[in-house]
């Protein structure tokens, strides 16, 4: 194992000298992103994502439920991200490890900051009920880069997500009838997530797999209307200053970039 | 963050706990503080109270977990059930195994961990009252506690917070305005080199605001990296070593 490691991090890197990635790819291109939604037809809402070889699936439930004594006029948001063993030969069944948890919660930070979800607007009666929203993502296949496939998928599923029937007098969610009604969503403020990956002095765009295994650290950044909303440095390594502020300008032009593929659907 | 920014977190230039918006609250360090382990420390910052205890390098069980290259560094990052205004309810959070590990990314970079092959070294940190800023002081506390194990380290990792409070960046958040401001962006510096080995941040910040609040960051942990150094000079001392 560390043999291989070691072979193949120093292939990587004299690529990367001449600008080159093992896939052919240039330090700060991205790969093709592949959107479909509404595939769940049991879900509110979905999509499944393809960036690259990886692929995520995202379903949104909704149901009514109690708001958190501190905020009884929100609704709730609940997200969580399965790395279940289809996915990759490194995963393993069983409760979520800790890169399972901070894949999840930093996808939540996006949302959550960004303030793309009024969790205002799922106030059913102040206090006692509201809406909550369960976003779900489940690892279909694993080629690196899990974090923007995640939130991109959270966010696009929330675009497409749609009401269940709730009867307010009995106090029931009829879940086998959809409304037309969709969730209340700020669109200005749709939070775009981007994953850099740091090996030895040079940082690269969107890794894959083969890139994340031999990366000394890396760094997500969810921008909103141009403004940073969520940072989650990851991995054992470390940045400079410097090299922030690049990550930084580099995420803000991507989020135009792929604000327009999400538009598209 | 769930703040909106609408309550009033400063007043007449002053903050509610009477600081300027680039002063840290009054930060106090012991090491030694717990006589089993093989290294302590206590740190203070106001009212966030974290205490990290360290055992080894020792031998690392399970022995098919054993790397023959490097140390293998485990941080267990606690809060404990009565350190919050509500009980907390004791165990393993999502919110606590999150933090261990961006923990044990900030620390690693600064071990050599190549130094101690098949072992395994613990950093244990109980948050014994929290009142913000606890991932920052748990840091702070278990790199002086590393330093007083005695582990070979390239330098110490400090480690502090500066966030958003009504539009106005701020070094060293308190409870307020970790509640109710509109961004916390907690980073730790490997001050020598100016290594950068945790970042995280929730809120919302533009790329101006964002080098402000960095600027902060690295003068607050300036200041700490000479009161750690003092810290462990003064125990080193104490336990009759040279100067």
Redesign the interface.
Known sequence: MEKEYTALRKHIEELLKKNIRIDGRKKDEIREIKIETDYISAANGSARIRIGETEVIVGVKLDVGEPFPDSGEEGTLIVSAEMTPIADYEFEPGPPREDAIELSRVVDRAIRESKFLDTKKLCIKKDEKVWMVFIDAVILNNDGNLFDACQLGAVTALRTALFPKYDKKEDKVNHKEKTKNKIALNDKVTPIMTTFAKIGNEIILDPTKEEETVADAEMHIAIANGEICAIQKSKEGFFKEEEIYNIIDSAIKLEKEKLKIIKKN | ??GSGNEKLIVNGKRLDGRKLNEMRPISIKSGVIPSADGSAEFKIGDTIAIAGVYGPRKMHPRRLQDS?KAYLNVIYTMDSFATTERNRPGPS??S??I???M??AL??AIILEKYPNAKIDVFVEVINANAGTRTAAINAASIALADAGIEMKDLVTSIAAGKINGKIALDLFQPEDNFGE?D?PIAI?PRN??????????????KE??EA?ELC?KGCKELYKMQKKAIVKRFKEQGGAE
């Open positions: 963050m769930a290259t999502r919110r195994k999150e261990s590990m961006v044990k990314n690693s970079e961004g962006l490997m100016e290594k950068i080995t945790l970042m995280q941040f929730d809120g919302n910040l533009t790329k964002f080098k960095m690295k």
